[in-house]
């Protein structure tokens, strides 16, 4: 098969498009034909080596979280699949045209979900999701500000929150306040506008997929015995406020959840924006100009 693989750290012309051997699924395993993948942060931070203390990559590599495509075989010990059958999956390795997937952490694409787009979703509405559910544990009545609303974290955890029945006050740039109005928050709230972050009052939580010194300005918004959950770790100023209980969420694969979020993408109860689909082989370029910033998802067809 062909996929795209990584010798050593560097920039996204490290990413080489080259044959390998085909990747067999082993016990509760699938095989599964890939549609499409997606560019996440993770992948040009493992590439560039920026998170090896954290995220080592074993040479050569293939990189790749999200995954969706056709069932193509399943191994010994695997039921509710079939050869055919439309999946999606948080995964390894999936900057590939064949890859394998746990039985456990797939999950079949909800009818009116394009294939292709159902690329975009796992690795985004898993951490939007676990970063409410996992992180803040908020509850119903309760405030929680999502810093990052409209990245595709951001959506899904404010998505996620209001199910939850919380107050959700969507953090973003302040070029990016009337977009974020179509969030569904009850409040949006630009960040880098001081004067409207002094107004804010202390709060149950936050919920931040921005980190640096956004982070730290937010940790001391957080009120005594409230959380403040990031999937960027803890914020520098952590230890200088220890009544706020602080969670690094790192998705795991939810098969069920995913599903789920499939669904209500697919009923367009909320977005995942995506901005361009490029050829697998075009890894490089896809990377860069996802590590730009200030687009939606760059999607990877295999």
């Not at 706020?244 to 697919?266: F, H, I, N, S, Y």
Request: net charge neutral.
């Amino acid at each position: 098969m062909k996929a795209v693989v990584l010798h050593e750290y560097g920039g996204p012309g490290k990413l080489q498009y080259e044959d390998v051997p085909d990747p067999v699924a082993g016990k509760g395993e699938v095989l599964v034909r890939v549609t499409a993948s997606s560019v996440n942060p993770i992948d040009y931070k493992m590439r560039s080596g920026a998170v090896k203390e954290y995220f080592p990559v074993q040479f050569p590599a293939i990189l790749g979280r999200d995954v969706s495509g056709t069932v193509r075989s399943v191994g010994e010990g695997v039921s509710g699949f079939a050869p055919g059958d439309q999946v999606m999956a948080l995964a390894n390795k999936t900057y590939a045209e064949l890859v394998v997937v746990a039985a456990t952490d797939l999950a079949k694409v909800p009818e009116g979900l394009d294939l292709v787009e159902a690329a975009a979703l796992p690795l985004v509405t898993t951490t939007g999701e676990q970063l409410i559910t996992l992180g803040t544990k908020i509850q119903a009545g309760e405030t929680v500000l999502v810093a990052g609303a409209l990245g595709g974290v951001g959506r899904s955890a404010v998505w996620t929150a209001k199910q939850a029945g919380a107050k959700v006050i969507a953090g973003v740039k302040k070029s990016q306040v009337k977009e974020a109005e179509e969030l569904g928050a009850d409040q949006v709230l630009a960040l880098h506008d001081k004067s409207a972050v002094e107004k804010l009052g202390f709060i149950d939580a936050v919920a931040d997929a921005v980190g640096g010194a956004t982070a730290e300005m937010l940790l001391g918004k957080v009120k005594q015995g409230g959380v403040f959950a990031s999937v960027l770790g803890p914020p520098a100023n952590a230890k200088l406020h220890p009544t706020v209980r602080v969670e690094a969420v790192q998705a795991k694969p939810d098969a069920t959840m995913l599903r789920r979020m499939g669904e209500d993408v697919a009923a367009k109860r909320f977005v995942i924006p995506i901005d361009r689909m490029v050829p697998l082989a075009e890894a490089g370029e896809a990377q860069a100009a996802a590590e730009k910033g200030g687009i939606g998802k760059v999607l990877l067809l295999a």
